[in-house]
Structure formats: structure tokens, C-alpha cells
């Protein structure tokens, strides 16, 4: 089976958006979420709203900063659910269009990323391999490239040459979006990797 493609994958991501909402209970929606500006689950719906919109309408200024995130969960402070989820897809046909046009579009790992985050909040199974591996390939492609070590992520394999490493390709997509400890991620590649390589790996830096 071919990998999705960046809108593939963006709007199989609002799908799962859309489908989990409809099992939240209130407890869930006010339960935090890590790795975020210690937003709740709600409040990750309005940041993806938000970032769906200002897309669309071309209100960039400041992004992807945290004042950019944190005015979509302010803005949105107060409405439903279900308003936020109709907001997340009725943007997505004028996103897919600007996703068509972009090489490696930050607005998919945003969503699919921030899902991923929710699902472990809330101790769900780990999002399906579709969402997250053309994120995955395209990261580890660039990240590995130029060191001495040989990766072998489940069916992918990344690297410039060395000694092989077999890692969950799951982990390292969350490795990778900084969704992991610094420990956590040492306990993955050992000395494989200097401690500044594997700092380097992680997009927002060490955990």
C-alpha cells in the first residue's frame, strides 16, 4: 500500500478529530494534555480550529509562535465541541488546496501531532500507522541522513551507514516532534547517538 499523501493524511486526520469527539466525556475534554501549553483536550480542539482558520484567512502574524496558538484557544474560550469540530472541517477543503502546494506542510504535522497527544492523554491506542508515517519518512529522511548509524523503523530504513538499530516506528515519529524525555529517548538509541544527536533529532528541542 502506497503512503498517503500530505492531504491524504490531513484530512484522514480531521476524520479521527471528528470521530474521537464523539466519545469524549466531560472529564476527558478537561483533562491536560502534555506537551502542550498545558492545554486541555478542548482546548487542543480550538487551537486546531484556529489554526484552520487563520490559514484560510491568511492570519499568520506571530506564527507559529505562542501567542499565534494561544489566541486560537482564547478566541474560542467558551463554545462547544461540536462548534469546534465544525470549524476544524469546514476549513479543510481551502487547506487541502494550500496543503497541495506545499513540500512538507507544517499545518498536517500540526494536526496529526496534536491528535497523537490527546490519544495518550487519554490512554487510547496509539494513532494508525496511515496518519502518522509520511510525517515519519519525511523527518527521519533529513534527520538521519548525514550520521554514521543505520535505522530500521519497522518496514522504513533511514540513515547514512554504520550500525543497525531497529526502532518502533511509532516511538520515533513522537521522538522526533519532542513527545519524549530525554531518558526515554536515550532508552531507544543508547550510545548509538551522541547526546547532542539525539537532541538534535528532536524538533522542539529536548524533553
Known amino acids: 500500500m502506497s503512503t498517503p499523501t500530505w492531504t491524504e493524511t490531513f484530512v484522514a486526520a480531521g476524520e479521527a478529530l471528528e470521530a474521537l469527539a464523539g466519545s469524549l466525556t466531560q472529564e476527558q475534554l478537561g483533562t491536560g494534555v502534555p506537551a502542550t501549553p498545558l492545554w486541555t483536550t478542548l482546548e487542543v480542539y480550538a487551537h486546531l480550529a484556529g489554526v484552520g482558520t487563520s490559514v484560510v484567512t491568511g492570519a499568520m502574524a506571530g506564527a507559529p509562535g505562542p501567542e499565534w496558538t494561544a489566541a486560537h484557544v482564547a478566541d474560542r474560550r467558551g463554545r462547544a465541541l461540536r462548534e469546534l469540530v465544525t470549524e476544524i472541517r469546514d476549513c479543510e477543503p481551502a487547506v487541502v488546496e494550500i496543503i497541495a502546494q506545499a513540500h512538507r506542510p ?43 548509524l543505520t535505522v530500521r523503523a519497522g518496514e522504513w530504513t533511514f540513515g547514512g551507514g554504520g550500525p543497525l538499530l531497529e526502532v518502533d516506528p511509532y516511538e520515533l515519529f513522537r521522538i522526533h516532534f519532542s513527545r519524549r524525555s530525554r531518558a526515554q529517548v536515550r532508552a531507544v538509541f543508547g550510545d548509538a547517538l551522541t547526546a547532542a544527536e539525539q537532541d538534535a533529532l528532536q524538533i522542539f528541542g529536548p524533553q
Not at 499545518?107 to 487519554?122: G, Q, S
Not at 494508525?128 to 527521519?140: D, G, K, M, V
Request: aromatic letters at 10%; hydrophobic letters at 60%; zero cysteines.
Open 106 to 148: 507544517a499545518i498536517v504535522w500540526d494536526r496529526v501531532v496534536h491528535l497523537a497527544d490527546v490519544a495518550e492523554a487519554l490512554g487510547l491506542e496509539p494513532l494508525a500507522q496511515p496518519l502518522w508515517e509520511r510525517i515519519l519518512t519525511s523527518f527521519a529522511e533529513r534527520a538521519f541522513r548525514e550520521l554514521a
